[in-house]
């Protein structure tokens, strides 16, 4: 075996080796949090790319999905005493709705008037959230999201053992990322990737492009909703920044920073991002003038990201075949 | 008897505000028909071409395929109903092979928004694909990324791209344009042998070029219908005459 089929081999079971390199990933990390955020924030950056790298719109209002993920998880343990599995579930259903509602209102735009749409209507969601105080608790955000202790046959699932925690959201982030993975080699996956390459010739092709942007910008919601709904169990409170445009932004950032032409590049662009803040906010609190700096770099010399242009090297060099990493 | 046409275009008229892009033109053309619309620049071909293909709506005016009304058809509809277009600017995938090019266009008759099933199971789409490949003389390039091929290949990809859908009825605008001579004759070959299964109408600038092949030529001048006959019923014509050399 040599090192050319073991790049392949990993390259076929593209989702099963990153879920493998997940399981020791925590072991990597300074402390269990960081790995867990990193798992979240990875998903959530990996949903927002099947709108931006795969379709080819720029959202800026995706913090809506997560923040909506979050609320609602939230809300239906907090307010109305849901089981945190179910209440999963709530989240996710909740961020789709969002996504129809945002996606129906911005999918007739294009290029920079879509991205100001999804900003806007993020704006939207944010403040509508933070007034409904009795609810969201306002400023404050939601606390006491706490996940109770599962008995399942003798065997104690305790949310409170970050380990514990870790392995029970790489089980959700699996499934999710296993989906995403099917939905892209799937024939809707090709579409969207035409619609990007050319609007055009995707409808003369006879595709329905409304629809299908539409298709894909509810998905991605429902990932993005989903990282919400992990994280809100992870923090035990939704913090209302959540749904800040602040967290949109810093989404396209992790996008870019691994490579947006990729599977894997956002949740590298994640997990470098959230590593480098984890070690210069101990530094400095400036640090995210340390984050732009490395950003501006990569831009200028890496444009294809950090996982975009190994990708990219090892097509070069003949050791990865076909059309997608 | 003239053949009940499979595609026929009445008194149809665009406006743009006051100006008249097309103006009342009605023409039908028969199943498995070479045509060529020529006029000089500015005569509506395009505006014309765009009607044909649903790219735009006519003002006023119906558009009729296989006797069925489809001037309200959205334009994503055309290719499963059976026409095709290749377009005057190449619009392909350019950071997509030159086989998932023709994929894509081939799978739309197989599956279209479904999710979970890998497009490596539409084998027939695959098939097609490189099928139409080899017929345009680009089979060997299909792993290529189609933005490194050259100008006269992408122009090939798009025909490969438009006959994926299997059509009826072919809608070329332009297909030789920037072409060199070598890569123009090429090209009027395949068009001849395509137009000998399917009604194929192309819309052309160079009218010496169409003259030798089509079997009837439309002229358009200013958006009005002008002309229609074989190539030496045009030749003959003094109106088109006065028309083309009028210009200079």
């Avoid at chain 2, 006023?60 to 006797?67: K, P, Y």
């Avoid at chain 2, 279209?112 to 017929?135: H, M, T």
Wanted: glycine share 10%; charged share 15%; hydrophobic share 50%.
């Amino acid at each position: 075996m040599n090192l050319h089929s073991v790049v392949n081999g990993i390259a076929r079971h593209r989702v099963a080796s990153a879920l493998l390199f997940l399981l020791i990933f925590p072991l990597l990390m300074p402390y269990e949090a960081l790995a867990i955020n990193i798992l979240i924030y990875g998903l959530f950056a990996v949903g927002f790319n099947l709108v931006f790298g795969y379709t080819g719109m720029l959202s800026f209002g995706h913090a809506s999905f997560l923040g909506v993920g979050s609320y609602l998880t939230g809300i239906a343990m907090v307010h109305f005493g849901v089981h945190w599995i179910p209440a999963i579930f709530v989240g996710v259903l909740a961020s789709l709705v969002a996504g129809l509602f945002v996606g129906y209102l911005a999918i007739r735009t294009r290029g920079i008037y879509f991205s100001m749409v999804t900003l806007a209507l993020g704006q939207v969601i944010y403040y509508a959230f933070y007034k409904a105080e009795r609810w969201t608790g306002g400023e404050n955000g939601l606390r006491g999201v706490n996940a109770e202790v599962i008995d399942l046959f003798g065997l104690r699932i305790d949310f409170l053992n970050p380990l514990t925690k870790y392995y029970i959201i790489w089980l959700f982030v699996a499934l999710a990322l296993w989906l995403v993975s099917r939905i892209l080699a799937s024939p809707f996956g090709s579409v969207i990737e035409s619609i990007r390459e050319n609007e055009k010739r995707t409808v003369a092709c006879g595709y329905d492009v409304a629809r299908a942007k539409l298709l894909i910008f509810v998905i991605s919601a429902g990932i993005c909703g989903l990282a919400g709904a992990l994280r809100a169990l992870h923090l035990s409170v939704v913090p209302v920044d959540s749904l800040h445009y602040l967290q949109s932004g810093q989404v396209v950032m992790m996008a870019l920073l691994g490579g947006m032409g990729s599977f894997f590049g956002p949740f590298v662009g994640a997990g470098v991002f959230l590593y480098f803040e984890d070690i210069a906010t101990n530094v400095t609190k400036y640090w995210m003038g340390a984050v732009g700096l490395l950003f501006m770099a990569l831009i200028l010399f890496f444009p294809r990201g950090i996982w975009g242009s190994l990708m990219y090297q090892l097509k070069q060099r003949g050791m990865l075949q076909g059309d997608r990493e | 008897m003239m053949p009940s046409p499979l595609i026929e275009v009445r008194n149809v008229s665009l406006h743009y505000g006051r100006f008249k892009a097309l103006s009342n033109v009605s023409v039908s053309f028969a199943p498995n028909q070479l045509t060529a619309i020529i006029g000089p620049n500015g005569a509506g071909k395009s505006t014309f071409f765009n009607v044909l293909s649903g790219a735009l709506a006519p003002t006023t005016g119906q558009v009729l395929f296989e006797g069925q009304d489809i001037t309200s058809m959205q334009a994503h509809d055309y290719a499963r109903h059976g026409i095709a277009k290749s377009f005057q600017i190449t619009n392909v995938f350019k950071q997509l092979s030159v086989h998932e090019n023709v994929r894509v266009a081939a799978q739309m008759r197989y599956s279209r928004y479904e999710l979970f099933k890998p497009r490596a199971s539409f084998k027939q789409a695959i098939e097609e694909a490189d099928a139409l490949l080899g017929r345009v003389g680009l089979l060997a390039l299909r792993n290529k990324t189609v933005a490194d091929l050259a100008h006269g290949q992408q122009r090939s990809l798009e025909i490969a791209m438009a006959l994926a859908a299997k059509p009826k009825l072919l809608l070329m605008d332009e297909p030789t344009a920037g072409m060199s001579p070598e890569e123009t004759s090429a090209m009027m070959e395949l068009i001849t042998a395509l137009a000998k299964e399917r009604t194929v109408v192309l819309v052309e600038h160079k009218m010496k070029l169409v003259m030798g092949i089509c079997e009837r030529l439309i002229v358009l001048h200013h958006g009005e219908f002008l002309a229609q006959g074989t190539a030496d019923d045009i030749r003959n014509n003094d109106e088109v005459r006065r028309v083309y050399l009028g210009q200079g």
